[in-house]
């Protein structure tokens, strides 16, 4: 399969490069919020990148759901997509549903990803998430994109964690013109380093691409209030995030994306726990 970025949409005039981009972590397509996800997943500040990193659901919280918007992608103000999210966790077990919709005069995306996480042990977690997205535009055949993502983090001790990831999206039009997988492998390490700072850093070892990797920080500032920042190789982007706890309840974040080649992808949302 041709690992380059294609055109996969055109809408009125504006061309979109919105491809199943070899090497990205939740750039795979249009309705997936564009974030930095490391192995672990300690970093994350954001409860919206449990479909790429399914462990995450796992550390403890209360029943949530959260819905937010991406105003722009890419610098695309068409591009605004709406997406919805539901957790619940068990002794034994946590579960997520993250559907995204983007509706246009003459492009249609929508994405449904279901996630689970358990605990094998006291230090070994695992994860997965299925995800499915169905895309057409006016004149095309549609784009049907089915992802796997699987995850396993272990932690050597309450302040060290290590982790392996990988992911598999599968891509094939209705017409059977074209169809292939692109896969990325990730390893990682986590550390807390004090002072509610926490740091990860991942290899990132994409298939028939250069290695890459990611290096990310969380700042916990207060215990209601984080930072984050992020930078990745493969592919290569930058990103900050912020969350609020404005009360026991209710959860804002913020979150802004850059690629280097595709732009700038801000994200806003509120997340409510019961």
């Known amino acids: 399969m041709d690992c380059t970025p294609k055109i996969l ?8 490069a919105l491809v199943v981009e070899t090497g990205a972590w939740g750039q795979t397509v249009v309705t997936t919020p564009a974030a930095i996800v490391t192995a672990t997943g300690r970093t994350l500040v954001t409860p919206f990148a449990d479909a790429v990193a399914p462990v995450a659901i796992a550390a403890p919280h209360r029943p949530d759901i959260a819905t937010w918007v991406v105003p722009s992608r890419f610098g695309i103000s068409q591009l605004q997509t709406v997406h919805g999210q539901a957790r619940y966790q068990t002794d034994a077990w946590s579960g997520a549903l993250i559907v995204g919709a983007l509706g246009m005069e003459q492009y249609t995306e929508i994405s449904i990803a279901a996630a689970g996480a358990v605990a094998l042990s006291d230090a070994l ?8 997205t169905f895309a057409r535009a006016r004149g095309f055949a549609a784009e049907h994109l089915v992802t796997v993502n699987a995850q396993m983090v272990f932690a050597l001790d309450t302040l060290t964690a290590i982790a392996a990831t990988g ?5 094939a039009e209705r017409a059977a013109s074209s169809a292939g997988a692109l896969s990325q492998f990730r390893l990682g390490i986590s ?16 298939l028939r691409l250069p290695t890459g990797f990611v290096v990310a920080l969380r700042w916990d500032v ?9 930078y990745c190789t493969v592919p290569q982007s930058a990103e900050v995030s912020t969350r609020l706890d404005a009360s026991s309840s209710l959860a804002l974040v913020a979150t802004i994306h850059y690629h280097l080649s595709l732009g700038v992808s801000p994200t806003i949302g509120i997340g409510y726990r019961w």
Not at 125 to 132: C, E, L, N, Q, R
Not at 222 to 230: D, G
Request: charged share 15%.
């Open 9 to 16: 949409r055109c809408c009125g005039i504006c061309c979109m």
């Open 191 to 206: 550390r807390a380093l004090g002072d509610g700072l926490a740091m990860d850093a991942d290899i990132a070892l994409p």
């Open 125 to 132: 977690v695992a994860g997965a998430t299925f995800s499915y």
């Open 222 to 230: 207060l215990e209601m209030l984080r930072f984050r920042v992020a």
């Open 167 to 171: 992911i598999n999206v599968g891509q």
